[in-house]
């Protein structure tokens, strides 16, 4: 229970951080995904049957703090970790270098399939909120600018994110030892 807590924590910080931190640094759309590309290599690590919980928690928390119609970010993250674990597990069979090329790929493909079925599903809502609603540019230099944003971020994380799994693990055995 405690380790769902302090998850929980983390993503609930990490929403904070990206949504009042990064904009003062980037432009509207080409903020780096900070929770997207955690969850992308959390979906890539253990798959997305432990992973899905998460995405619906940063999902509900992006859609409040974004002011998004509520189940928008929840449908995008959980469909972009469905597929970048799905992806992880046919292409990441072997620890060499390229695990991490490929890792950096799934989080540029993550950013267009979160941008895209964002963008799908708020043009959705608008369809049904207003008659004539302007249509949603979706392939831009912004989003070719927020790929490599998130490219250039998961690869500043990546090892940290490394050596905080492997903590997480050792800590987890310790407790199991003592129990």
Do not use: C
Request: charged fraction near 15%; proline fraction near 3%; hydrophobic fraction near 60%.
């Amino acid at each position: 229970m405690r380790k769902k807590i302090s998850i929980f924590i983390i993503i609930f910080l990490l929403v904070i951080f990206q949504m009042s931190f990064l904009p003062n640094f980037f432009q509207e759309r080409a903020i780096p995904d900070l929770v997207l590309i955690i969850l992308i290599f959390m979906g890539a690590r253990r798959g997305f049957g432990e992973v899905w919980k998460m995405a619906i928690a940063a999902g509900l928390l992006m859609d409040i703090f974004s002011f998004f119609p509520v189940g928008t970010n929840i449908a995008s993250f959980t469909f972009v970790v469905l597929v970048s674990s799905f992806l992880a597990r046919r292409f990441l069979v072997t620890q060499t270098l390229w695990r991490f090329f490929i890792l950096i790929f799934l989080a540029a493909l993550g950013t267009a399939l979160n941008d895209l079925a964002i963008s799908s599903l708020i043009e959705a809502s608008r369809i049904f909120s207003e008659p004539a609603g302007a249509g949603v540019n979706f392939w831009s230099n912004d989003i070719l600018v927020k790929m490599l944003n998130n490219s250039i971020l998961f690869a500043i994380i990546y090892w940290p994110l490394l050596k905080f799994e492997k903590l997480r693990s050792i800590y987890g055995e310790k407790l199991i030892l003592k129990k």
